[in-house]
């Protein structure tokens, strides 16, 4: 059955029936990426093809081959949250699975001196760590009231409980404005459901930065 074009597909064999067997059938990849192989094991006249595989797995052959083979797959680096596919290989379905980042603040600094010190209420601050938010940096838009949302492609930042209009968000750096409400700062990022540790940061009356 072909779902995605809807459609069935009769095929008639003409010769000997082939068949491949393929390991392994699950596959795991660090938060680094890297290669992962796959063993294909049939007759010198059977062909197979490579398919199904999602925009963080390349393969660099020949989506069709035939007869044995290892072929190698590569996984991009994942900055974001643990993610997984079920790819083809040879007719067999093999599941490919890939740690997250760990979402962790290392640092809050001000966005114009980069300098870490005491925050204030009002001033747009940067934080550095890691699975804050998606792999690409997105910026945000006013909204017709004139302010920015407190949530940004998944990515919410709060300082003592209390949401932070964002400005930009990126697996490794997120920019907001420290809430005016904030008397104290217990700072955490909320991105796809995962939150991090808080990290503790003083609050001052003003903080300039050039």
Do not use: K
Request: glycine share 10%; charged share 5%; net charge negative.
């Amino acid at each position: 059955a072909d779902a995605g074009n809807g459609r069935i597909r009769l095929l008639t064999p003409s010769g000997p029936s082939c068949s491949a067997s393929v390991s392994p059938t699950t596959l795991s990849s660090p938060v680094s990426g890297g290669n992962l192989s796959v063993t294909i094991q049939t007759s010198a006249s059977c062909a197979w093809a490579v398919q199904s595989l999602p925009s963080w797995i390349t393969y660099s052959g020949n989506a069709v081959g035939a007869g044995p083979a290892t072929i190698t797959l590569t996984v991009a680096a994942d900055p974001g949250t643990a993610r997984s596919a079920v790819i083809s290989v040879a007719g067999t379905w093999i599941a490919v699975s890939q740690q997250g980042a760990t979402l962790s603040v290392t640092a809050v600094t001000n966005a114009a001196s980069n300098l870490v010190g005491p925050i204030a209420p009002g001033e747009i601050v940067v934080l550095y760590g890691s699975g804050l938010g998606p792999a690409q940096l997105t910026s945000a838009h006013l909204g017709s009231d004139g302010l920015f949302d407190a949530q940004l492609a998944g990515t919410t930042v709060q300082f003592n409980g209390i949401p932070a209009p964002m400005i930009y968000t990126s697996a490794t750096q997120v920019a907001a404005i420290v809430p005016y409400e904030a008397t104290g700062a217990q700072v955490t990022v909320t991105y796809e459901g995962q939150t991090s540790a808080s990290v503790a940061v003083a609050v001052a009356a003003s903080a300039p930065g050039l």
